[in-house]
């Protein structure tokens, strides 16, 4: 069982740490090491992947687990701390047809511009 917060940081830490089961299949017991992680010292971090969790402090890893995404169309990953809850949103590339780009057409925009310049050099 989580221990009751005693600190603003712990409260935060705390909500981050329940936000986790919105986006992942996760025990109890794995939400209270995950707790008890993040508030022991202010450089650890929990890095959640599609299919990984990497406990950080600093940048060393020090515990890897597989975790399941339980909404990979909307999260490509969190990360967590004590005073940090960053989702990182899943990326749809969006795809247009007609080989053009948001510069104005490509191409055909060059050859009307060639063909104003010769009619007016006329």
Do not use: W
Request: hydrophobic share 30%; aromatic share 10%.
């Amino acid at each position: 069982m989580i221990k009751k917060p005693e600190t603003v940081n712990e409260i935060k830490a705390l909500k981050h740490v329940l936000n986790i089961t919105n986006y992942y299949q996760v025990s109890n017991t794995f939400l209270e090491e995950a707790y008890n992680f993040i508030t022991k010292d202010t450089n650890n971090k929990i890095n959640f992947g599609k299919s990984t969790i990497q406990f950080f402090n600093g940048s060393n890893v020090v515990e890897k687990f597989a975790v399941k995404c339980i909404k990979p169309n909307v999260v490509d990953g969190l990360v967590i701390s004590t005073l940090v809850f960053t989702l990182l949103p899943h990326y749809n590339p969006s795809y247009s047809s007609g080989g053009g780009s948001s510069f104005g057409g490509g191409s055909s925009n060059n050859n009307n511009n060639n063909n104003n310049n010769n009619n007016n050099n006329r």
